[in-house]
Protein backbone atom coordinates (compact mmCIF):
# COMPACT_ATOMS: atom_id res chain seq x y z
CA UNK A 1 0.00 0.00 0.00
CA UNK A 2 1.43 3.07 -0.62
CA UNK A 3 2.80 5.65 1.79
CA UNK A 4 1.47 9.33 2.39
CA UNK A 5 4.48 11.32 0.45
CA UNK A 6 2.47 12.48 -2.29
CA UNK A 7 5.24 14.45 -3.94
CA UNK A 8 6.60 12.02 -7.17
CA UNK A 9 2.78 11.42 -7.28
CA UNK A 10 1.44 11.72 -10.90
CA UNK A 11 -2.05 10.13 -10.37
CA UNK A 12 -3.54 8.96 -7.09
CA UNK A 13 -6.70 7.46 -6.77
CA UNK A 14 -7.12 5.42 -3.42
CA UNK A 15 -10.30 3.95 -1.23
CA UNK A 16 -9.39 2.67 2.02
CA UNK A 17 -12.11 0.10 3.95
CA UNK A 18 -9.56 -0.32 6.41
CA UNK A 19 -12.47 0.37 9.63
CA UNK A 20 -15.28 -0.97 7.60
CA UNK A 21 -14.66 -3.53 5.07
CA UNK A 22 -16.64 -3.82 1.86
CA UNK A 23 -17.99 -7.53 1.66
CA UNK A 24 -17.81 -8.75 -2.08
CA UNK A 25 -18.71 -12.18 -1.40
CA UNK A 26 -15.54 -14.53 -0.21
CA UNK A 27 -13.54 -11.33 0.33
CA UNK A 28 -13.46 -8.42 2.35
CA UNK A 29 -12.31 -5.36 0.43
CA UNK A 30 -9.68 -3.15 2.37
CA UNK A 31 -8.42 -1.10 -0.26
CA UNK A 32 -8.75 -0.21 -4.16
CA UNK A 33 -6.64 2.50 -5.86
CA UNK A 34 -4.49 3.03 -9.13
CA UNK A 35 -1.07 5.07 -8.78
CA UNK A 36 1.17 6.26 -11.35
CA UNK A 37 4.37 7.41 -9.99
CA UNK A 38 7.35 9.35 -11.85
CA UNK A 39 10.70 7.95 -12.67
CA UNK A 40 13.20 6.90 -9.44
CA UNK A 41 10.07 7.18 -7.48
CA UNK A 42 9.98 5.08 -4.22
CA UNK A 43 7.36 3.38 -2.16
CA UNK A 44 8.92 2.71 1.03
CA UNK A 45 9.21 -0.73 2.38
CA UNK A 46 5.98 -1.17 4.17
CA UNK A 47 4.10 -4.31 6.37
CA UNK A 48 1.35 -5.51 4.61
CA UNK A 49 -2.12 -5.69 6.81
CA UNK A 50 -3.61 -7.79 4.77
CA UNK A 51 -3.27 -9.45 0.88
CA UNK A 52 -2.50 -7.48 -1.88
CA UNK A 53 -2.74 -7.77 -5.77
CA UNK A 54 -0.65 -4.93 -7.76
CA UNK A 55 -1.60 -5.48 -11.84
CA UNK A 56 1.38 -3.27 -13.77
CA UNK A 57 -1.02 -1.30 -16.24
CA UNK A 58 2.33 0.71 -18.00
CA UNK A 59 5.85 1.56 -17.47
CA UNK A 60 8.77 -0.61 -15.87
CA UNK A 61 9.45 -0.99 -12.48
CA UNK A 62 11.09 -3.16 -9.55
CA UNK A 63 9.11 -4.95 -6.72
CA UNK A 64 11.22 -5.91 -3.72
CA UNK A 65 9.24 -8.48 -1.75
CA UNK A 66 11.06 -9.93 1.89
CA UNK A 67 14.40 -10.62 -0.25
CA UNK A 68 12.97 -11.20 -3.87
CA UNK A 69 13.23 -8.98 -6.54
CA UNK A 70 10.92 -8.95 -9.31
CA UNK A 71 11.50 -6.51 -12.50
CA UNK A 72 8.27 -5.84 -13.58
CA UNK A 73 6.67 -4.23 -17.02
CA UNK A 74 3.13 -3.71 -18.41
CA UNK A 75 0.97 -7.02 -17.62
CA UNK A 76 2.75 -8.45 -14.72
CA UNK A 77 1.44 -9.08 -11.17
CA UNK A 78 2.31 -9.18 -7.78
CA UNK A 79 0.86 -10.81 -5.20
CA UNK A 80 1.90 -9.56 -1.74
CA UNK A 81 0.50 -11.70 1.65
CA UNK A 82 -0.93 -10.70 4.40
CA UNK A 83 2.48 -10.36 6.83
CA UNK A 84 4.90 -9.62 3.97
CA UNK A 85 6.98 -6.88 3.10
CA UNK A 86 7.48 -5.05 0.18
CA UNK A 87 8.55 -1.66 -1.44
CA UNK A 88 8.39 -0.51 -5.04
CA UNK A 89 10.86 1.40 -7.47
CA UNK A 90 9.87 3.15 -10.81
CA UNK A 91 12.59 2.82 -13.36
CA UNK A 92 14.89 5.83 -14.15
CA UNK A 93 13.77 6.28 -17.56
CA UNK A 94 9.32 6.09 -17.43
CA UNK A 95 6.52 6.35 -15.26
CA UNK A 96 4.97 3.52 -13.21
CA UNK A 97 1.37 3.14 -12.70
CA UNK A 98 -0.97 -0.28 -11.33
CA UNK A 99 -3.81 -0.81 -9.91
CA UNK A 100 -3.76 -2.24 -6.21
CA UNK A 101 -6.40 -4.61 -4.32
CA UNK A 102 -6.35 -4.88 -0.87
CA UNK A 103 -8.46 -7.50 1.09
CA UNK A 104 -8.96 -10.97 3.62
CA UNK A 105 -10.50 -13.71 2.44
CA UNK A 106 -13.79 -13.92 4.75
CA UNK A 107 -13.88 -16.34 7.98
CA UNK A 108 -16.76 -18.33 6.70
CA UNK A 109 -15.20 -18.81 3.11
CA UNK A 110 -16.59 -21.84 1.73
CA UNK A 111 -14.43 -24.63 1.70
CA UNK A 112 -14.19 -25.19 -2.29
CA UNK A 113 -12.70 -21.86 -2.80
CA UNK A 114 -9.99 -22.94 0.01
CA UNK A 115 -7.33 -23.40 -3.01
CA UNK A 116 -7.69 -19.44 -4.03
CA UNK A 117 -6.94 -18.30 -0.58
CA UNK A 118 -4.40 -20.85 -0.60
CA UNK A 119 -2.15 -18.97 -3.29
CA UNK A 120 -1.21 -15.99 -0.55
CA UNK A 121 0.21 -18.49 1.69
CA UNK A 122 3.02 -17.69 3.52
CA UNK A 123 4.65 -14.10 3.66
CA UNK A 124 6.62 -13.95 0.58
CA UNK A 125 5.51 -12.21 -2.09
CA UNK A 126 5.43 -13.73 -5.42
CA UNK A 127 5.09 -13.02 -8.81
CA UNK A 128 3.33 -13.62 -12.28
CA UNK A 129 4.68 -12.48 -15.60
CA UNK A 130 2.22 -11.98 -17.78
CA UNK A 131 -1.81 -11.05 -16.49
CA UNK A 132 -2.39 -8.83 -19.46
CA UNK A 133 -6.06 -11.24 -20.75
CA UNK A 134 -7.46 -10.21 -17.12
CA UNK A 135 -6.82 -6.79 -17.56
CA UNK A 136 -10.26 -5.96 -18.52
CA UNK A 137 -11.20 -7.18 -14.79
CA UNK A 138 -8.50 -4.50 -13.04
CA UNK A 139 -9.63 -1.72 -14.91
CA UNK A 140 -13.29 -2.50 -14.60
CA UNK A 141 -12.55 -2.64 -10.42
CA UNK A 142 -11.00 0.82 -10.63
CA UNK A 143 -13.84 2.02 -12.53
CA UNK A 144 -16.83 0.22 -10.24
CA UNK A 145 -15.30 1.79 -7.18
CA UNK A 146 -15.23 5.22 -8.94
CA UNK A 147 -18.31 5.56 -10.78
CA UNK A 148 -20.50 3.33 -8.04
CA UNK A 149 -23.07 2.71 -10.41
CA UNK A 150 -25.87 0.64 -10.27
CA UNK A 151 -25.27 -2.91 -9.16
CA UNK A 152 -21.57 -2.09 -8.47
CA UNK A 153 -20.85 -4.54 -5.49
CA UNK A 154 -22.29 -7.27 -7.68
CA UNK A 155 -18.97 -6.09 -10.44
CA UNK A 156 -16.52 -6.15 -7.95
CA UNK A 157 -17.48 -9.56 -6.99
CA UNK A 158 -17.39 -10.80 -10.76
CA UNK A 159 -14.17 -9.12 -11.37
CA UNK A 160 -13.01 -10.22 -8.43
CA UNK A 161 -13.84 -13.64 -8.88
CA UNK A 162 -12.08 -13.74 -12.49
CA UNK A 163 -8.73 -12.28 -10.79
CA UNK A 164 -8.68 -14.89 -8.35
CA UNK A 165 -9.17 -17.91 -10.41
CA UNK A 166 -7.26 -16.68 -13.02
CA UNK A 167 -4.39 -16.41 -10.79
CA UNK A 168 -4.97 -19.59 -9.33
CA UNK A 169 -4.71 -20.88 -13.09
CA UNK A 170 -1.66 -19.52 -13.73
CA UNK A 171 -0.06 -20.07 -10.59
CA UNK A 172 -0.75 -23.81 -11.48
CA UNK A 173 0.02 -23.79 -14.89
CA UNK A 174 2.99 -26.14 -14.45
CA UNK A 175 0.86 -28.82 -13.49
CA UNK A 176 -1.99 -28.12 -15.82
CA UNK A 177 1.57 -28.47 -18.13
CA UNK A 178 2.46 -31.68 -16.85
CA UNK A 179 -0.73 -33.19 -17.38
CA UNK A 180 -1.29 -32.02 -20.59
CA UNK A 181 2.80 -33.30 -21.90
CA UNK A 182 2.64 -36.89 -20.58
CA UNK A 183 4.78 -39.08 -22.82
CA UNK A 184 1.81 -41.53 -22.32
CA UNK A 185 0.10 -39.13 -25.50
CA UNK A 186 0.38 -39.37 -28.85
CA UNK A 187 2.51 -37.35 -30.68
CA UNK A 188 -0.38 -35.28 -32.54
CA UNK A 189 -1.59 -34.72 -28.76
CA UNK A 190 1.57 -33.10 -27.39
CA UNK A 191 1.95 -30.95 -30.67
CA UNK A 192 -1.70 -29.76 -30.01
CA UNK A 193 -1.04 -28.97 -26.15
CA UNK A 194 2.77 -27.04 -27.02
CA UNK A 195 0.62 -25.03 -29.53
CA UNK A 196 -2.47 -24.18 -27.14
CA UNK A 197 0.63 -23.07 -24.72
CA UNK A 198 2.13 -20.89 -27.16
CA UNK A 199 -1.09 -19.04 -28.13
CA UNK A 200 -1.96 -18.55 -24.60
CA UNK A 201 1.71 -17.14 -23.65
CA UNK A 202 2.54 -15.70 -26.73
CA UNK A 203 3.23 -12.03 -25.29
CA UNK A 204 5.77 -13.06 -22.50
CA UNK A 205 7.80 -16.24 -24.40
CA UNK A 206 10.65 -14.33 -25.41
CA UNK A 207 12.68 -17.20 -26.87
CA UNK A 208 12.79 -21.03 -27.75
CA UNK A 209 15.29 -21.81 -24.60
CA UNK A 210 12.47 -19.92 -22.21
CA UNK A 211 9.74 -22.43 -24.11
CA UNK A 212 11.88 -25.47 -24.15
CA UNK A 213 12.52 -25.04 -20.50
CA UNK A 214 8.97 -23.99 -19.29
CA UNK A 215 7.31 -27.26 -21.15
CA UNK A 216 10.50 -29.95 -20.74
CA UNK A 217 11.79 -30.30 -24.17
CA UNK A 218 14.66 -29.94 -25.33
CA UNK A 219 15.81 -27.04 -27.35
CA UNK A 220 15.99 -29.25 -30.57
CA UNK A 221 12.77 -30.97 -30.03
CA UNK A 222 10.98 -27.39 -30.45
CA UNK A 223 12.64 -26.37 -33.53
Not at 8 to 19: C, I, Q, S, T, Y
Not at 25 to 48: D, N, S, W
Not at 104 to 115: H, M, T
Not at 138 to 149: A, G, N, P, R, V
Amino acid sequence: MPNDNSVGRLFDFNVEFFKSAQNIGPVLIKQIGELKIEPRYEIATHFQHCHEISYVVSGEGVFYSGNKKFDVSRGCIHLAPYGSTHRILSSVDSPLRYIFIGFDFIDDLDESLYPLRDIFAGTEGTFIKDGRDISAAFESMISEEYDKSDFHIEMLKVNMMQILISLYRKRNLIFRRSMHLKERDGLEQRIYAVVRYIDSNISSITSVNELSKDLGYSHSYLS
